[in-house]
């Protein structure tokens, strides 16, 4: 999922791990920027999205 973000954006993702060890680099031809992105590392993290307000429970 994260190297077809890269792809979209067409940027270089680097992936910054707080564990220090080395980062994940998701490298693109011709990419428009670099972007950084922290990691936590042995952290589950779950994708959140928005309910529509038109839906009731």
Not at 22 to 32: E, G, L, S, V
């Amino acid at each position: 999922m994260i190297t077809a973000l890269a792809n979209v954006l067409n940027v270089t993702l680097v992936l910054v791990r707080s564990d220090h060890d080395k980062p994940t680099i998701i490298k693109q031809p011709n990419a428009k920027a670099e972007l950084y992105l922290g990691y936590e590392a042995g952290n589950h993290y779950q994708s959140l999205q928005g309910v529509s307000p038109t839906l009731k429970a």
